[in-house]
C-alpha cells in the first residue's frame, strides 16, 4: 500500500509559505514592491530623476535596493518550489512579482543607459 506524502494531504488551496526559502521570497518581494511604491510616491510628491544614474543617488540607491530584492526573491521562490516542494500561493504571487519588478527595473535601466531608443 503506497501513502502520498504529508503536503499532499493539505491541499492546494494554502497561502502561507512552507519554506525558509518560501518566507525569503515573499519578504523579499514585499521589500521591492515597497521600494517601488515609495519610489512612485516620491516621484508623485516632486522628486526629481536626475539626468544620469549619479544625479540622484536617493533614486539610484532605491532602485539597486528594488532591483537585488526582486532577484532575490526569483531566486528564493525558485528554490523554495523547486527544492522543498513549497507551493504555497504566497511564494507563486512572491516570485512572479519578483520576476515583473526585476524586468520592470531592468528595462528603466537599459532606457537610462540609452540601450531602448525608440
Known sequence: MMTAP????RGSSHWAPESRSGRWAVSLAGLALAGTVS????????LEPGDTFSDNR?????????LASAIASVVAGGVARTRHDDHGRSVV????????????TLQQVAEGLGWMTG
Open 6 to 9: 504529508s503536503h499532499a494531504h
Open 39 to 46: 519610489l512612485a510616491i516620491a516621484f508623485a510628491a516632486g
Open 58 to 66: 536617493l533614486v539610484t540607491g532605491t532602485g539597486a535596493v528594488i
Open 93 to 104: 504571487a512572491a516570485t512572479v512579482v519578483g520576476v515583473l519588478l526585476t524586468l520592470s
